[in-house]
């Protein structure tokens, strides 16, 4: 049973299009994360999300968005795609606690045409 | 703010070689630190953790100690196989109340037969 699964694994796009990837946990952890790694495998945090608070990297365009219908989901909208968002898009999950370590998802990876 | 530094790579090694990949960190407080590793392909998954100062963590033969007096969490091996061959990613959080794990820029690992 896979604990942090994202869809698609790959997607290719044209410029300008909308898209979504999703992610779903069955962990039953309260906190879910969006990560981008790039060609250099730097991972960059975009968005922290539990059933109480979003925090957002301000870095992060708002053509990216977050959208959480329960617990167990977090998917990843992005709009007006560019050749920039190219990268491999991560989900992770982790329960409170300072101690626990996060789960991560296969990866999506997105490329932008 | 909270900050990993890793060696950079490649790491390039025979097989049956000693590994150490070097990492030190920028935070607040008492961070939970972290070695996590990627195979080509999929996504980030956990090797050891240590949650306070001479915690030693360990896992597969690798090996990393917490040492709060020189903010280092450095990874170790006594004999490396092809099968290590990845990227490893050291990590923290719990820094100053963030739960938002904060990665280093990653290290490859290449191991020749």
């Known amino acids: 049973d896979t604990a942090v699964s994202q869809t698609p694994k790959y997607l290719v796009t044209q410029m300008g299009n909308d898209k979504s990837i999703k992610c779903e946990q069955n962990l039953g952890h309260d906190t879910m994360y969006w990560y981008k790694q790039d060609s250099k495998k730097f991972l960059k945090i975009m968005f922290s999300?539990?059933?109480?608070?979003?925090?957002i990297n301000e870095t992060v365009p708002n053509r990216f968005s977050p959208k959480s219908p329960d617990k167990a989901h977090l998917n990843l909208h992005i709009n007006s795609l560019e050749l920039g968002d190219s990268a491999v898009y991560f989900c992770?999950?982790?329960?409170?606690?300072?101690?626990?370590?996060?789960?991560f998802g296969q990866g999506t990876r997105l490329t932008v045409v | 703010g909270d900050s990993v530094t890793q060696m950079e790579g490649p790491v390039t090694l025979s097989e049956e070689a000693f590994l150490t990949i070097n990492c030190t960190y920028t935070a607040t407080g008492y961070p939970s630190l972290f070695w996590y590793v990627q195979y080509p392909g999929e996504g980030l998954q956990l090797l050891l953790k240590a949650t306070k100062a001479d915690d030693k963590g360990s896992n597969k033969g690798f090996e990393a100690t917490y040492r709060k007096e020189t903010t280092s969490f450095h990874l170790e091996k006594g004999s490396v196989q092809v099968s290590d061959s990845a990227v490893y990613f050291c990590a923290l959080s719990g820094s100053g109340g963030s739960y938002i794990p904060t990665f280093g820029r990653g290290t490859s690992l290449i191991v020749h037969p």
């Open positions: 992770a999950s982790r329960r409170d606690g300072v101690n626990a370590e996060a789960f």
């Open positions: 999300y539990n059933n109480k608070e979003l925090i």
